[in-house]
Structure formats: structure tokens, C-alpha cells
């Protein structure tokens, strides 16, 4: 399903894109329309997904996926059930009280996510209006679950916020551990976490991939329309379409679109 295939559902059952036949892989093509979900926090592995974007397909490779979240891009995410915004609800109550979801456009400028097979985070690239770019956004997660209509994972609230020359700070450290007080997250759970984000701080300190590969200069196919988001978007999926994500490799190169000035990797090398 490429962006000139604008009739086709995202993830149809019979042939969908990704899906597995013959018990290989199939990559997904650029312009192809997939799901990016998060699972509720502490419903486990088969718990409904309370976040969902419809995303479009940059890359797929064995070692590297890349989707775009387009501007305005209708996607579902949690409300508390009284109507109050997730964000605003004060600390101390937001992961007690009764939720729901609600759907909602994408604002700003869109946002180009960058995932290793393996990984557990992926990283986001944010942009201002004009192209300007803004920061990375390392969002650490549960190694993404592919499945024929996209990809399934479980967000672990903490965050690092990455600026162009390098510098980096921790973000969300108090959702972090307010997720750990009321128990959505348990001791080893969370030592995991922290884990997962000193990994991740190595790897920014090392400038390399995807930080050295000139992302910042990826711009998306103007073909490709906005995903739409299917009925069905909370659907489980086919037991025989889901495969786990296998070890973390080295980011390809990024497509032709990013391509620009050597720029000077932080450890003495060159970015592609």
C-alpha cells in the first residue's frame, strides 16, 4: 500500500502489509499505512491499547523502522473519564482515577520516529515550523511487538530529551516515580527501566546512530495523504501475524530524501 494507494485499508486481514506468509517476514514499503500502539501500563502483554497513530511507513528494514505521524493525523489517546486531559490531572491521582479514550488530531509540525528491532526505546525527531529542527525525543518503551496492521508496545513513562549539539536531560522523572508508588510499575520492572536509559544516554554520548545520520534533514513524500484512523483500531491481533521484534543491529542509512553535508560525529568520525 504505497502513498498513489489511498483506497486501501491500514492492515488489511488478507495480504496485509508486514503480515507473515510462509513464516518470513514482509517488510513494509514506504507510503504504507500501519499502527503505532501503546498498551494501558500494568494490563500486561494482551491488554487493550489505550494509545493509537496511524503512521506512514518511511523505512522498513531488519534493522530499522521509520514512520511519519503527519500533521493532523486523527489518533487515540487516554482521558481520565471525568473529561480532564491526562496531563492536567495532578500527579497524585492521574494513574488512580478511571479512564477512557478519546480521539484527537496530531498538533505541531508531525513527528518522524526512529525504532531498533530490539530496542527498548525508540527516538523521535521533532521539528518548529519552517523545517527548524527542534530536539530528539528517546521515549523508553517496551521492545515493540510487530503484528500484520503495525506495531504494539508498552510506554515506561520516563524520557530523554536530546538537543542538536548533544546535550540531553532526563524528562518525566516524576510520572516515573509516581508509576512506581501506585504499582504500575514494580521494583525490578523499573530497575529495567533505568537500565534501558542509561543505555540509551551511552549511546547519545557516543553520537552515532540515529543521531549522526542526518534525520534532521528527512523530509516526507508530499504524495502521501494523512493515514486515516480505521474503526477497528483497538483490535487484537491475528495470533499467527505477531512477531517480537529480534535484537538490536546498526541503523541503516537514512533515505535519499535526508541526504546533506557530512556532519561531524561527537566520538572524531564523519555521519554518512
Not at 503512521?55 to 511519519?68: E, G, K, N, Y
Not at 496530531?106 to 528491532?117: E, I, M, N, S, Y
Not at 504500575?184 to 543521531?211: M, N, Q
Request: charged share 30%; aromatic share 10%.
Amino acid at each position: 500500500m504505497t502513498a498513489d494507494t489511498a483506497g486501501s485499508r491500514t492492515g488489511d486481514r488478507d495480504g496485509a502489509p508486514g503480515s507473515r506468509r510462509g513464516g518470513a517476514r514482509r517488510a513494509w514499503a514506504p507510503g504504507d499505512r500501519v499502527l503505532w500502539r501503546y498498551r494501558a501500563n500494568g494490563a500486561g502483554r494482551d491488554g487493550v491499547p489505550h494509545i493509537c497513530r496511524p503512521v506512514t511507513v518511511v523505512r522498513d528494514t531488519p534493522d530499522l523502522l521509520a514512520v511519519w505521524v503527519a500533521p493532523g493525523t486523527v489518533c487515540v489517546k487516554p482521558q481520565l473519564a471525568d473529561g480532564t486531559p491526562v496531563h492536567r490531572e495532578p500527579l497524585a491521582t492521574r494513574y488512580t482515577k478511571p479512564r477512557t479514550t478519546v480521539t484527537s488530531p496530531w498538533f505541531g509540525t508531525g513527528v518522524l520516529k526512529l525504532a531498533r528491532p530490539g530496542d527498548p526505546w525508540s527516538v523521535w525527531l521533532f521539528w518548529d515550523r519552517g523545517w527548524r529542527f527542534k530536539n530528539f525525543y528517546v521515549n523508553l518503551e517496551e521492545p515493540r511487538t510487530r503484528w500484520s496492521g503495525g506495531v504494539d508496545s508498552e510506554d515506561h513513562f520516563l524520557d530523554i530529551v536530546v538537543l542538536p549539539d548533544g546535550r540531553w536531560e532526563w524528562r518525566d522523572e516524576d510520572e516515573f516515580a509516581e508509576a512506581r508508588r501506585v504499582g504500575l510499575l514494580d521494583e525490578a520492572g523499573a530497575r529495567r527501566v533505568r537500565e534501558a536509559g542509561r543505555a540509551a544516554v551511552e549511546e547519545i554520548r557516543e553520537w552515532g546512530s540515529p543521531y549522526a545520520d542526518g534525520w534532521e534533514r528527512w523530509r516526507p513524500d508530499p504524495r502521501w495523504p494523512v493515514p486515516s484512523l480505521p474503526d477497528d483500531w483497538d483490535r487484537a491481533p491475528e495470533p499467527d501475524a505477531v512477531e517480537r521484534a529480534a535484537g538490536p543491529g546498526a541503523l541503516d542509512r537514512p533515505p535519499a530524501q535526508a541526504e546533506g553535508p557530512v556532519r561531524r560525529a561527537r566520538n572524531g568520525g564523519s555521519a554518512p
